[in-house]
């Protein structure tokens, strides 16, 4: 039981700054906490915005370039599955009263949908390998 809390308190001591031999760099996002009589706060890192923003702005990308429509498309269903997976990380953080890997709830509330969606569309391949519009551009070129 102390080897996930000392992971934990690494994880915690990069993310907040702590021993970083002067550097400060600002790698969290503090949320208060409403309920709290002692003034806490909640922490999310950056990477935990930054990992699945990535998939989620892919697939608005992906959406604009097949014009597809907000229900119709992938982006819309990957942000309702980002907010799915911010309450699933803060149900947990109660449940357990200890500080949860933010990205263990968010990856698959994410890449779930994208992932299915796909699938029962029949567009998971293209989805998986999309070409940047550059590249696509290139070899259309090559070919005429």
Sequence with gaps: MTAPLCAFSICLQVASGQNSGGENL????????FDDPFSGYNLLGFGDILVPGLLV?????????????????????????????LIFTYI?????????PALLYLVPCTLGPAVILGFFRGELKDLWNRESDSESDGQQSAEA
């Design 57 to 85: 702005s892919f697939c608005y990308r992906y959406d604009k370039a097949h014009k597809k429509g907000l229900i119709n498309g992938y982006f819309f269903w990957l942000v309702i599955g980002y907010g799915v997976g």
């Design 26 to 33: 600002p790698m969290l996002l503090r949320i208060p906490r």
């Design 92 to 100: 947990a953080l109660s449940l357990m009263e200890q500080g949860q």
